[in-house]
C-alpha cells in the first residue's frame, strides 16, 4: 500500500500530529478525540456468507478474488482523503464507487443510501445539491489493461458521530444530473470499512 505513507507525509507536511493508526482486514474502528485520524480497510472479494465484509454480487464484473483496499484520512484543518485501490477486475471498464451509509450484506441493498455529509431530506437522494462529490465520497475509476483501478476522494468535511460503513464498486461511472445525481448503476460488490 504505497499511498499510505504519501498519506502520512502529506498530513506530517501540513502540520499535523499522528495521534491514531488503526487497521484492519475487514474494517478500522475510529478512535475520538485525534487530529488526524487514519483508517484502513482490505478485503478479497467473495460470495456472501454471513459475517462477509467483503462480497461481490456479480462475480462476472467483480470476480471472486478480487482484491480492494481502501484508506481514509482526516483532519479537521484538512477534511477527509479516502483512496481506494482495487485490483482483480475486467480490464479497461468503468466501474462507480461510494461511501455507503449501512455494512456490506447479503444482498448489495444491504449497504443502504450513499453517506452524504448534509443528508438529503428526500430519498433516494438524486438531487445535485446533495448527491456531488463535495457532500459524499465518490471512488469512480477505470481500470488499466491489468484490471487494476484506483480513485482519491478530497472533502472539506471529516465525520462527526455518523460514519461510513462500506464502500459499494457499481457497474457504471457516477451520473451528476438531476434526477440522476449520485446514480451509477447496479452495485456490484461492497466492502466494509470504518471511517
Known amino acids: 500500500m504505497r499511498f499510505v505513507p504519501k498519506l502520512l507525509s502529506a498530513a506530517l507536511a501540513a502540520g499535523l500530529s499522528v495521534t491514531s493508526l488503526s487497521a484492519t482486514s475487514a474494517a478500522a474502528t475510529p478512535a475520538t478525540d485525534s487530529p488526524l485520524h487514519f483508517t484502513a480497510a482490505h478485503g478479497t472479494f467473495a460470495a456472501y456468507v454471513p459475517g462477509s465484509h467483503a462480497v461481490t454480487y456479480r462475480p462476472d464484473l467483480v470476480p471472486v478474488g478480487a482484491k480492494a483496499h481502501v484508506s481514509a484520512l482526516s483532519a479537521g484543518r484538512v477534511g477527509t482523503t479516502t483512496v481506494l485501490v482495487i485490483s482483480g477486475l ?106
Open 90 to 195: 475486467l480490464p479497461q471498464h468503468e466501474y462507480g464507487a461510494h461511501a455507503h451509509v449501512n455494512s456490506c450484506g447479503a444482498t448489495g441493498d444491504a449497504a443502504g443510501g450513499h453517506f452524504q455529509h448534509v443528508p438529503d431530506p428526500v430519498k433516494p437522494s438524486v438531487d445535485p445539491a446533495y448527491a456531488n462529490p463535495r457532500n459524499e465520497i465518490w471512488l469512480d475509476f477505470t481500470t488499466n489493461r491489468s484490471g487494476i483501478g484506483h480513485a482519491t476522494s478530497v472533502v472539506d468535511w471529516t465525520f462527526d458521530g455518523r460514519r461510513a460503513k462500506s464502500v459499494v464498486i457499481h457497474e457504471t461511472h457516477t451520473h451528476t444530473n438531476p434526477g440522476h445525481a449520485g446514480t451509477a448503476g447496479g452495485r456490484l460488490a461492497c466492502l466494509d470499512v470504518g471511517f
